[in-house]
């Protein structure tokens, strides 16, 4: 089973029209060779004048694309239209021309990248995506850490015992959390938690929107 993911982009030059497309594609309002192309379920997204159609394959990505482009035609609509895959080392949607990496240096240019960007993010909003929690045994135990971690340049926010420490991705906050675990005494707690703060609320309007041929 394939565990790549493909996306139709859409920017619209009419917000408005937005919702007329939309519409239409949630209400399966095509015709029947387009059902069939299609394939079995797309999931289409909008967010003001940019549509995004979901797809497992590049197949039903394309035929998607091509149904899309002819939706535009009829109604007369200018758009941008392209097709996008998912890098998930980097996570990321890049355009369908750029292929996943194959090889270990390229797998660790992807991270890098991703841990860049992540770093700019936290750089420019000041929180980080994953919080290293530390739990410790006294005060001065715990200042003396946030102290030495604040030294090797990692985002420290203490509160009395407790020690939260940014990480930019899931594995490098594992990896200071295992660290950690390693250095302190058995008494001091530690775990990793995604960042609530980073957690983005839904801008989409989700339209299921499964299409069966006759």
Same mark, same amino acid.
């Given at each position: 089973? $394939?565990?790549?993911?493909?996306?139709? /982009?859409?920017?619209?030059?009419? *917000?408005?029209?937005?919702?007329?497309?939309?519409?239409?594609?949630?209400?399966?309002? =095509?015709?029947?060779?387009?059902?069939?192309?299609?394939?079995?379920?797309?999931?289409?997204?909008?967010?003001?004048?940019?549509?995004? !159609?979901?797809?497992? %394959?590049?197949?039903?990505?394309? /035929?998607?694309?091509?149904?899309?482009?002819? !939706? =535009?035609?009829?109604?007369?609509?200018?758009? *941008?239209?392209?097709? %996008?895959?998912?890098?998930?080392?980097?996570?990321?949607?890049?355009?369908?021309?750029?292929?996943?990496?194959?090889?270990?240096?390229?797998?660790?240019?992807?991270?890098?990248?991703?841990?860049?960007?992540?770093?700019?993010?936290?750089?420019?909003?000041? $929180?980080?995506?994953?919080?290293?929690?530390?739990?410790?045994?006294?005060?001065?135990?715990?200042?003396?850490?946030?102290?030495?971690?604040?030294?090797?340049?990692?985002?420290?926010?203490?509160?009395?015992?407790?020690?939260?420490?940014?990480?930019?991705?899931?594995?490098?906050?594992?990896? !200071?959390?295992?660290?950690? @675990?390693?250095?302190? $005494?058995?008494?001091? *707690?530690?775990?990793?938690?995604?960042?609530?703060?980073?957690? @983005?609320?839904?801008?989409?309007? #989700? #339209?299921?929107?499964?299409? @069966?041929?006759?």
């Amino acid at each position: 089973m $394939s565990e790549e993911e493909w996306r139709v /982009e859409v920017e619209l030059d009419d *917000e408005q029209a937005g919702y007329g497309l939309g519409e239409r594609l949630r209400s399966r309002d =095509l015709g029947d060779e387009a059902r069939q192309r299609l394939g079995r379920r797309v999931v289409v997204s909008r967010d003001g004048s940019r549509l995004f !159609l979901y797809a497992a %394959t590049e197949a039903n990505a394309r /035929e998607a694309e091509r149904v899309v482009r002819d !939706l =535009l035609a009829a109604d007369r609509l200018t758009a *941008e239209v392209g097709v %996008t895959r998912w890098h998930p080392i980097e996570e990321a949607w890049k355009d369908a021309s750029i292929p996943l990496p194959q090889t270990d240096a390229e797998v660790e240019e992807e991270r890098r990248r991703m841990e860049k960007e992540e770093l700019r993010e936290a750089a420019e909003d000041g $929180s980080f995506d994953w919080l290293v929690k530390v739990h410790l045994p006294s005060r001065a135990a715990a200042a003396e850490l946030a102290a030495q971690l604040e030294g090797d340049e990692h985002s420290v926010h203490r509160v009395w015992r407790y020690l939260e420490v940014g990480a930019p991705t899931e594995e490098r906050a594992n990896e !200071l959390a295992g660290r950690l @675990r390693d250095e302190l $005494s058995s008494d001091a *707690e530690v775990w990793v938690e995604a960042n609530p703060e980073d957690v @983005r609320s839904p801008v989409f309007v #989700l #339209l299921d929107f499964r299409l @069966r041929g006759n």
